[in-house]
C-alpha cells in the first residue's frame, strides 16, 4: 500500500533550520505531484509548497516565501522542505501529500486535491 513518511521535524530556536524528508512507497513517485502543508493547533490545514512531478516547477504560500524550499528525488523516491529563517508562528505539525497527475508541470494547493498523506512531524520554533 501506498506509505508517505515524514521525518526531520524537532524543535529549533527561532531563526534556525530545519530540513523536513518525506519518503514514499507503495506508488510509482514520478507519476505523482507533491505537496507539504501544516497545520497548527486550533487552525485549519495550511498549503506550504508543491513541487511538480519533475521537480521544474515550484509554489510557495507568500508567508515562507523566501524562507522554504521544497525540492525532490524521483531516484529516492524522497521530498524535501528545507525551512531556513524559522519563525515562531511556523510551528505547526507538517504533513506531506501526494497527488497523481498526468501533467507533468503541475502543482496543487487544495488539500482535498491530494490522493495520499502522511503522518505528520512535529516543528516547534521557539522565541
Known amino acids: 500500500q501506498v506509505q508517505l513518511v515524514e521525518s526531520g521535524g524537532g524543535l529549533v530556536q527561532a531563526g534556525g533550520s530545519l530540513r523536513l524528508s518525506c519518503a514514499a512507497s507503495?506508488?510509482?513517485?514520478?507519476?505523482?505531484?507533491m505537496g507539504w502543508f501544516r497545520q497548527a493547533p486550533g487552525k485549519e490545514r495550511e498549503f506550504v509548497a508543491a513541487?511538480?512531478?519533475?521537480?521544474?516547477?515550484?509554489y510557495y504560500a507568500d508567508s515562507v516565501k523566501g524562507r522554504f524550499t521544497i525540492s525532490r528525488d524521483n531516484a529516492k523516491n524522497t521530498v524535501y522542505l528545507q525551512m531556513n529563517s524559522l519563525k515562531p508562528e511556523d510551528t505547526a505539525v507538517y504533513y506531506c501529500?501526494?497527488?497523481?497527475?498526468?501533467?507533468?508541470?503541475?502543482?496543487?494547493?487544495?488539500?482535498?486535491?491530494?490522493?495520499?498523506w502522511g503522518q505528520g512531524t512535529q516543528v516547534t520554533v521557539s522565541s
Open positions: 507503495g506508488l510509482t513517485f514520478s507519476s505523482y505531484a
Open positions: 513541487i511538480s512531478r519533475s521537480g521544474g516547477s515550484k
Open positions: 501529500a501526494a497527488k497523481r497527475t498526468l501533467y507533468g508541470s503541475n502543482w496543487y494547493v487544495r488539500p482535498n486535491e491530494y490522493d495520499y
